[in-house]
């Protein structure tokens, strides 16, 4: 028994190196399948990596061409509202480009205004001092109807177009504010227009009411051309061919209206007001645009004059001016917008200035002594206003104006009237909801210190509020830069 216990451990001892031997072949063997599981999923891993990084790279490149493209055409839109398309000389005799049903059709749409109006003071005086400053109108108190307007435009054929836009007041009556035709296919940059129209003078002055940034008027609009200057007669505009936008403009009228003071009553076949402007602009990148404008309007009144308002409101007397006017003018916009994208944030920047001088005769008190004898005056005004949308549907903004008294001669008249030396101002801050491009609503609180208190000579100070609604129903077209 002894000799096979010793037989037995032998033969383990002789077998244990092949067992061992084995089993280490067998784990080498699973530490090689592991090693290649892990350099496979390691391989599908990085391949899965490299198609996620190629996709999010896809997408960022998709992403940035959707956003130029809606920047391009954002800023082909702006540039449209811009300048006028320069078109191709027109074809030959007979060669008579089809123009389709559609086209023909006047476009119609209505807009209606109103507000509510809180004043302080009296909220039908004249600013001080301004000559003819009552031609503009004044909003009321409490709730009123602003002017509602009825615009109609077509294609007539395919080398003019026609558009009328009447104002319904609030006094129930109907006024023809423009009312013209003008070439669509004259060729080399020009553009002709004529009949009534809004003139070219400046930035605002040619932009309806619906469409300003607040709901009244700067105070040097308002006290050298009323709400919107206009007249009948002809306009000619030249767009040059150039990298940036140049538009030269020149207007022959009537003179209808004498700017700032009102119409007057004309018997005469000549024109009577001559306007010059000048418009550059162009883009800085992709989110910046701008344009700076310079004008000039030349008038004369008819012998019988014109009514000088504010002073009337200083004597309680009818005094006239009959002579001449000049305005000139500059003006400076800037906008910003996201890589050349306004529909979520904006900013707008407006500046005007003007300058107004008058020669001729002034007569006081015609209806009793009716000293005529000769008057000069200069003044100026200027306002600066800025804009920004920080949401799609809310913008506010704030407003400075500000007039200077200048110099005006009144020679004999002097004894008779003197003029006060007072330079009106005032801050305005707005705030407006718009849901959709056809509504807006607009709370508005200025600080307004435009009028003088003769007998004392202080400043008489107000606070206005105003609760404007503008709603635009059928269609209606963009508006320009």
Do not use: C
């Not at 402007?277 to 404008?293: A, E, I, T, Y």
């Not at 000293?371 to 306002?383: E, I």
Request: net charge negative; aromatic share 10%.
């Amino acid at each position: 028994m002894q000799k096979s216990l010793i037989v037995t451990a032998l033969a383990v001892a002789i077998g244990a190196p092949a067992i061992a031997s084995a089993q280490n072949a067998d784990l080498d063997q699973i530490r090689r399948q592991i090693q290649e599981l892990r350099d496979t999923y390691e391989t599908r891993i990085k391949a899965l990596e490299d198609q996620l990084k190629s996709a999010e790279a896809a997408a960022r490149k998709a992403e940035e061409a959707a956003r130029q493209a809606t920047a391009s055409a954002t800023r082909a839109e702006e540039s449209a509202q811009r300048t006028v398309e320069q078109a191709q000389p027109p074809a030959a005799t007979g060669a008579q480009p089809a123009v389709s049903q559609n086209a023909l059709n006047p476009g119609i749409s209505l807009i209606l205004n109103g507000s509510w109006g809180r004043y302080g003071k009296d909220a039908t005086a004249q600013i001080t001092g301004f000559h003819g400053s009552g031609a503009s109108e004044i909003i009321g108190r409490g709730p009123s109807l602003g002017e509602s307007e009825l615009f109609l435009s077509s294609n007539i054929d395919p080398y003019f177009r026609g558009a009328l836009l009447a104002a319904l007041t609030p006094e129930n009556e109907v006024e023809v504010e423009e009312a013209f035709v003008e070439t669509t296919a004259l060729g080399y940059g020009l553009t002709v227009k004529g009949g009534r129209f809004f003139s070219g003078l400046g930035y605002w002055n040619s932009v309806h009411p619906h469409a300003w940034d607040f709901t009244d008027a700067s105070l040097v609009q308002r006290a050298f051309l009323g709400k919107n200057y206009g007249d009948d007669g002809v306009q000619l505009r030249w767009v040059a061919p150039l990298p940036v936008f140049v538009q030269l403009g020149a207007e022959l009228g009537r003179g209808r209206e004498f700017a700032g003071m009102g119409e007057i009553e004309r018997n005469s076949n000549g024109k009577s007001s001559e306007t010059f402007f000048v418009k550059v602009g162009g883009d800085l990148g992709d989110s910046h645009s701008w344009q700076v404008g310079a004008s000039h309007l030349r008038q004369r009144t008819t012998t019988d004059g014109v009514t000088l308002f504010d002073y009337d409101d200083l004597t309680g007397l009818v005094n006239l001016f009959a002579g001449r006017q000049r305005i000139t003018g500059g003006d400076f916009v800037w906008k910003w917008a996201p890589d050349g994208n306004p529909k979520y944030r904006n900013f707008k920047f407006v500046s005007e200035f003007y300058q107004r001088k008058l020669d001729g005769d002034f007569t006081f008190d015609t209806a009793g002594a009716a000293t005529t004898d000769a008057m000069r005056a200069k003044q100026s005004g200027w306002f600066m206003q800025g804009v920004y949308q920080f949401h799609p549907y809310w913008r506010t903004g704030l407003r400075y104006d500000r007039l200077s008294a200048g110099t005006v001669s009144l020679n004999a008249n002097a004894a008779n009237l003197t003029p006060p030396g007072f330079d009106p101002n005032r801050w305005t801050v707005m705030m407006d909801y718009n849901p959709s491009e056809f509504s807006r609503i607009r709370l508005q609180f200025a600080r307004d210190r435009s009028r003088q208190d003769i007998a004392t000579g202080e400043t008489i100070g107000d606070t206005i509020v105003f609760l404007q609604y503008v709603y635009s129903l059928g269609a209606h077209g963009a508006h320009r830069f």
